[in-house]
């Protein structure tokens, strides 16, 4: 194989170099997978099953917050958790999965390095919905608290009124 460089326009997208350090909320549906990159600039497969969604890759091997391994398939270990910490000194890649799992090249300067993928995978309708209920459940449950509070104070406003 040549060293010379594609031709191709890449479906990888650098992240600005001075993005600062970053917090990354992961959503339940995201997928954290942890590999490296080939002498060919390519992280290691995602797996086929997941043709053409897109995936973040930073540099290096993070600590992810709640992490919880999710499934396996073959011999790829899948994880979910909350967050993760991204330094001003990573290197960030957007990148898409092709029809074998593998990701577009994030370059051969990065050729045998650790990195931590995030697979975005789309979340079910039935998981969406359910979220969005535990989000209204949790409002609702904050309007009555609120308003228990009001409550309480109308009601200790009266005593001190009645004892006068």
Do not use: Y
């Not at 992810?64 to 979910?80: C, D, H, K, N, Y």
């Not at 931590?116 to 919905?129: C, D, F, R, S």
């Amino acid at each position: 194989m040549s060293q010379r460089p594609s031709t191709r326009p890449s479906k990888t997208q650098e992240w600005p170099a001075d993005h600062g350090r970053l917090t990354l909320h992961l959503k339940p549906s995201d997928r954290v997978l942890f590999r490296k990159v080939t002498d060919r600039g390519l992280p290691e497969s995602v797996g086929s099953a997941h043709h053409g969604k897109r995936c973040t890759v930073i540099t290096g091997h993070k600590d992810v917050e709640g992490l919880q391994e999710a499934e396996r398939s073959g011999p790829i270990e899948m994880f979910t958790g909350q967050s993760l910490e991204v330094s001003d000194n990573d290197q960030v890649f957007s990148c898409v999965a092709d029809s074998r799992g593998l990701l577009s090249s994030v370059g051969l300067p990065m050729a045998g390095k650790d990195v931590t993928i995030i697979l975005h995978l789309q979340e079910p309708e039935e998981v969406k919905k359910g979220l969005d209920q535990e989000v209204k459940i949790t409002k609702l449950k904050a309007k009555i608290n609120k308003a228990q509070a009001e409550l309480n104070r109308l009601t200790e406003e009266l005593k001190s009124l009645t004892e006068v």
